[in-house]
C-alpha cells in the first residue's frame, strides 16, 4: 500500500508539473522559469524539441549527480526524465492548455503554472521513489555541504537563467519571479508531503506488525 501510494504521488506530481511547465511556456512573453529559458534558447538555436532538450540536460545532471551523492537517483529519477520531456511535447501538441491573450487575464495564467511547477515538484519528490534530474542535483548539494534546499535552489537557478539568457532564451519579469516564489513552494510541498507519508508508512507497518503477532 505504501509503495502504491508513492508511485501514485510521484506520477501525479509528474503530470502536474509538466502542466505547469507549458502553462508557462504559453505565456512565455512573461518569462518562464530559470530551465525553460534554458531549454527554449537551446530549441530555438539548435533544433529539436523543448522535451527533448529537458531529457538531455536532465542526463547530463544525473551523471553530475552521481558523483556528488548517487542515493538520489533511483528508479523515478530515469521515468521523470523521460516522462516530463515527452508529456512535454505532448501538452504542447495537443494543445489544450490556455495559451497567451496578451491581456491581464495572461497574468493568472503564468501564475497558474507558476504554482503548479513548486507544488507538484515538491510532490513527485516527497514520493521518494527517486528525485527528477535537476531536483537531485539540488538537494544533493544541500545535503553534501548542508545548505537550506531554498538556497540552492535559487543560486542553482540563476547561474542556469544567465547561461540561458546569453544563448538567447526568453526573459523577462515573471523570469525572476519564478525563481523566488518556486523554490518555498516546494520545500513547503516536499516536506508535508513527505511527513504525510511518512506518517502513512510508519501506522500501516505497526497494522502488519499487530496483524503478525495476532495470527
Known amino acids: 500500500m505504501v509503495y502504491f501510494i508513492r ?61 556528488i551523492d548517487y542515493k538520489f537517483i533511483r528508479t523515478g529519477t530515469f521515468i521523470n526524465i523521460i516522462c516530463v520531456g515527452m508529456l512535454v511535447d505532448l501538452f504542447l501538441w495537443l494543445d489544450f492548455l490556455p495559451k497567451a491573450t496578451h491581456t491581464w487575464t495572461d497574468l493568472f495564467i503564468i501564475m497558474g503554472g507558476m504554482v503548479l511547477m513548486g507544488l507538484a515538484g515538491g510532490m513527485y519528490n516527497a514520493g521518494g521513489v527517486g528525485s527528477g534530474p535537476r531536483d537531485g542535483f539540488m538537494l544533493a548539494i544541500s545535503q553534501k555541504w548542508n545548505y ?46 513527505g511527513e504525510f507519508i511518512a506518517k502513512f508508512q510508519v501506522k500501516h507497518e505497526g497494522r502488519l506488525e499487530e496483524e503478525r503477532k495476532q495470527a
Not at 544563448?167 to 508531503?193: A, D, K, N
Open 148 to 193: 537550506s534546499i531554498k538556497r540552492i535552489r535559487m543560486t542553482m537557478e540563476t547561474f542556469v537563467l544567465i547561461f540561458g539568457f546569453l544563448l538567447g532564451g526568453p526573459l523577462f519579469i515573471f523570469t525572476f519571479i519564478f525563481t523566488f516564489v518556486q523554490s518555498p513552494l516546494f520545500e513547503f510541498s516536499y516536506i508535508r508531503i
Open 7 to 67: 508511485w501514485s504521488v510521484f506520477s501525479v506530481g509528474l503530470i502536474f508539473f509538466s502542466m505547469g511547465i507549458v502553462l508557462a511556456i504559453n505565456v512565455q512573453y512573461l518569462g518562464i522559469q530559470s530551465w525553460d529559458v534554458l531549454h527554449v534558447a537551446l530549441n530555438n538555436k539548435f533544433g529539436l524539441t523543448i522535451g527533448s532538450w529537458s531529457i538531455i540536460v536532465g542526463t547530463l545532471l544525473i551523471l553530475i549527480t552521481l558523483v
